[in-house]
């Protein structure tokens, strides 16, 4: 009920915006930065969703910086190419912050000390110091008003799993984990394209419009709807005998319907195969 309520409560404040610094190539430094330092598996969903949050407040901010800025200068301060320059000067690192964050708040031990975080970024030829990689750290936390313990699909994921097990699915828990979460890393690599075959199959139009788009967003955002399809998956794939079963229950736990959860593993299978075929 908790996770439900943050999930509608996230969704119900939703910038214009989100998603935006999820894009394939990003999502991939992340997964890589962070089986590189070995960290959690949660660690990564975690880095992703914060530095998609930062990101989306930090650029916010600079437009309102510039917006107010224009009246006093016409300079080079209310310039879109210098806030643009700013933001890609400084991604790297802020990317890198939010791993160490994220690594911070894992219930392990494996944390991302500042050597670490500088031997990787002096690998790729940036030099910052010490002081500058505490001061991004920072920047991250002041942005953000310090709340960063967001929840990550992946908790969704386990604690679904976990209902099922209680409701009586007779399900093989650690295989289905362990796929679910290749599912879930598959749909954060690959979230435009399922999102994309989504959308076309819930408006039966190849060809959305803006505002279907626009609309859409929420879809995109839900880590309930995304921790069900992935869990649908899973069994599909592993013990399909089930898989009416347990799109049953998720049904009656979270009340998204079943022709949803369909239409959601639906777009995964078809983009993991490969194939238009219904």
Known sequence: IHLATENE???SELPEHAGYFKETRIVEFIFLL???????QSTRYQAVELLERFMIKQVEQMFNDRGNAKGRD??????WSSVRDQITNTFVLRLVSCVQLASKLSLHYSRVTSDTALKFLQSLKYSYTKQELLESELAVLNTLHFHINVSTPLAYVELLLEVLGYNGCLLPAKPLHQLCVQLLDFCYLTRETIYDTLLKI?????????LQIAKFLTVKEDFMLLAVGVISTGVFILIPGHWEQVVEHLNCITGISPQSILEFSYAVVRRIVGSTTP
């Not at 962070?34 to 959690?40: A, C, G």
């Not at 016409?74 to 310039?79: A, I, L, N, P, V």
Request: no cysteine; glycine share 4%; charged share 30%.
């Open 34 to 40: 962070s089986e590189k330092w070995r960290l959690d």
């Open 74 to 79: 016409q300079g080079q301060r209310s310039s």
């Open 9 to 11: 409560q996230y969704l």
């Open 202 to 210: 819930a408006i039966e139009n190849s060809t959305p419009s803006k």
